[in-house]
């Protein structure tokens, strides 16, 4: 017996599966938001535009909390790749280590130092819409 295309023993067939289950969840929260929009535009202009504001703020909140948090986790990756720094100069200044030991060091440094940068472009760009999201309350209250 063939598996049929909506099988769930297929991998097609989850495939299928999970596109009905999040298609079922966008239209959840499309259903929601326009359930919360309409509550709002009912209880008048200056309480939607308050709702609106609480939840950038509140929004704005958890994301400065997100890019500390993300932040403070990176600290130890920086101090290591500064300590690995340090160590490979004073292995480097030695001349009776091994030049494969040395390489070694230097790649782990590189692979330590991508990583920081990745880490800190992720920093970046957070910092980054926090400012968007910044601009966007105060467009907002210049605008009320």
């Known amino acids: 017996m063939e598996p049929g295309p909506d099988d769930v023993t297929t991998v097609t067939g989850w495939l299928h599966y999970w596109e009905h289950f999040i298609m079922w969840g966008v239209g959840v929260a499309a259903g929601v938001s326009a359930m919360v929009f309409r509550r709002a535009r009912a209880e008048g202009a200056e309480a939607a535009k308050a709702s609106v504001h609480a939840a950038a703020v509140e929004n704005l909140a958890a994301r400065v909390q997100a890019i500390e948090s993300g932040h403070r986790a990176c600290m130890p990756a920086v101090a290591a790749a500064d300590a690995l720094r340090a160590r490979v100069e004073a292995l480097e200044s030695r001349e009776r280590l091994a ?34 999201a910044l601009a966007q309350i105060a467009a907002g209250r210049a605008h009320a």
């Open 99 to 132: 030049g494969e030991k040395v390489a070694a060091l230097a790649a782990t440094m590189a692979a330590v130092q991508t990583a920081v940068e990745r880490i800190e472009g992720r920093i970046d760009d957070g910092f980054a819409s926090v400012g968007a």
